[in-house]
């Protein structure tokens, strides 16, 4: 068989995994960078919700692991931009990464090997750490576009994230519940930090975004006027009916200022590692995720971070749990409840 050859998206994404982690090195005092070991965690794009929430997280993971006990002694968490549960899914069983967030509906994919994972090898080693947060589909579009229902997207220009993303996935299956397909549109493929220009603009009427809210490529475009298009709660119960992981859900009233509350669909946010990893360190890394400074971190740094409890960690788990955060779970049980 042929070597397989690389493209050039290929390589500038292998690229921006290794910026990160080649900053996180500049920043390391003369002498310690040999003790160092990053400890890499798949996020999404910077105007999306994974991104900053990989931050904190990330940040407290640094945090615990100053600790000389700790399995994580030694390592610094970074939080890595890429297309989103897809890649990050993919990049945690090859080992590219060491944890990621994923989307619990293509974690489900990947255990079973379905779909974009059917040619990946051991993408069945995807273990779950908790479960962060619901996102929300979010279908966002300028309100001079002449867009009030997803029947008025034909021939419009949307875009509706790059490959590798859940929202991409996500996306496909809406506009199928509608009777839609991407050739009805007017599709691009970009992510929403690619997108804040041209729909300032003119250039671009809308786009989708599977996230938690409030996202900043939402509420820094809201000066331009926008809307967010409903998923009526029938159509949400029909999606549900054939992706169990996709649920009826709401995106709040005021959580962007000026928008009322809208029905739509969601699905919770993973926060995924391979079973390879060793237990007691699966065990920390839980412990490190719901401890006191991560928790004031994630309670401080974003809106969505107050949602990250010890309480919600196991709701919407598509795939088992690592076995080291089981038994952090089973020994912090009396705190859950």
Same mark, same amino acid.
């Given at each position: 068989?042929?070597?397989?050859?690389?493209?050039?998206?290929?390589?500038?994404?292998?690229?921006?995994?290794?910026?990160?982690?080649?900053?996180?090195?500049?920043?390391? *005092?003369?002498?310690?960078?040999?003790?160092?070991?990053?400890?890499?965690?798949?996020?999404?794009?910077?105007?999306?919700? $994974?991104?900053?929430?990989?931050?904190?997280?990330?940040?407290?993971?640094?945090?615990?692991?100053?600790?000389?006990?700790?399995?994580?002694? %030694?390592?610094?968490?970074?939080?890595?931009?890429?297309?989103?549960?897809?890649?990050?899914?993919?990049?945690?069983?090859?080992?590219?990464?060491?944890? %990621?967030?994923?989307?619990?509906?293509?974690?489900?994919?990947? /255990?079973? %090997?379905?779909?974009?994972?059917?040619?990946?090898?051991?993408?069945?080693?995807?273990?779950?750490?908790?479960?962060?947060?619901? &996102?929300?589909?979010?279908?966002?579009?300028?309100?001079?576009?002449?867009?009030?229902?997803?029947?008025?997207?034909?021939?419009?220009?949307?875009?509706?994230?790059?490959?590798?993303?859940?929202?991409?996935?996500?996306?496909?299956?809406?506009?199928?519940?509608?009777?839609?397909?991407?050739?009805?549109?007017? *599709?691009?493929?970009?992510?929403?930090?690619?997108?804040?220009?041209?729909?300032?603009?003119?250039?671009?009427?809308?786009?989708?975004?599977?996230?938690?809210?409030?996202?900043?490529?939402?509420?820094?475009?809201?000066?331009?006027?926008?809307?967010?298009?409903?998923? &009526?709660?029938?159509?949400?119960?029909?999606?549900?009916?054939?992706? *169990? $992981? /996709?649920?009826? %859900?709401?995106?709040?009233?005021?959580?962007?200022?000026?928008?009322?509350?809208?029905?739509?669909?969601?699905? $919770?946010?993973?926060?995924?590692?391979?079973?390879?990893?060793?237990?007691?360190?699966?065990?920390?890394?839980?412990?490190?995720?719901?401890?006191?400074?991560?928790?004031?971190?994630?309670?401080?740094?974003?809106?969505?971070?107050?949602?990250?409890?010890?309480?919600?960690?196991?709701?919407?788990?598509?795939?088992?749990?690592?076995?080291?955060?089981?038994?952090?779970?089973?020994?912090?049980?009396?705190?859950?409840?």
């Amino acid at each position: 068989m042929p070597p397989r050859r690389t493209s050039i998206t290929d390589t500038l994404r292998r690229l921006r995994r290794l910026i990160p982690a080649i900053l996180a090195l500049a920043l390391v *005092p003369a002498g310690h960078a040999c003790a160092l070991e990053t400890f890499r965690i798949g996020t999404g794009g910077s105007t999306g919700v $994974y991104y900053p929430i990989g931050k904190l997280i990330a940040s407290g993971i640094t945090l615990h692991a100053k600790q000389t006990g700790s399995p994580l002694h %030694g390592i610094i968490g970074i939080a890595q931009n890429s297309a989103g549960s897809v890649e990050n899914a993919r990049a945690v069983v090859t080992g590219e990464i060491e944890a %990621g967030m994923v989307q619990a509906d293509i974690a489900a994919y990947a /255990l079973r %090997g379905e779909r974009d994972f059917a040619a990946v090898g051991d993408s069945g080693k995807l273990r779950a750490i908790a479960c962060l947060y619901a &996102e929300k589909f979010q279908l966002v579009v300028r309100r001079d576009a002449g867009i009030e229902k997803f029947g008025d997207l034909r021939d419009k220009r949307i875009s509706i994230d790059e490959p590798g993303s859940g929202t991409r996935q996500v996306t496909d299956i809406v506009l199928a519940a509608y009777g839609l397909t991407e050739d009805d549109l007017r *599709p691009q493929y970009l992510k929403p930090v690619f997108t804040e220009d041209k729909m300032r603009n003119g250039e671009l009427d809308g786009f989708a975004m599977m996230a938690g809210a409030p996202m900043a490529a939402v509420t820094r475009l809201l000066p331009v006027g926008l809307r967010i298009l409903a998923i &009526e709660p029938e159509i949400a119960g029909k999606i549900n009916r054939t992706y *169990p $992981y /996709l649920t009826p %859900g709401r995106i709040g009233g005021g959580i962007y200022p000026g928008i009322a509350e809208i029905p739509t669909i969601e699905v $919770y946010a993973l926060f995924v590692v391979s079973s390879d990893m060793p237990e007691d360190r699966a065990f920390a890394l839980t412990e490190a995720l719901f401890s006191p400074a991560t928790r004031d971190l994630l309670e401080q740094g974003h809106p969505q971070g107050r949602d990250i409890t010890l309480e919600s960690a196991l709701r919407g788990l598509s795939i088992p749990l690592h076995p080291g955060a089981q038994r952090f779970y089973d020994v912090n049980r009396g705190r859950r409840q």
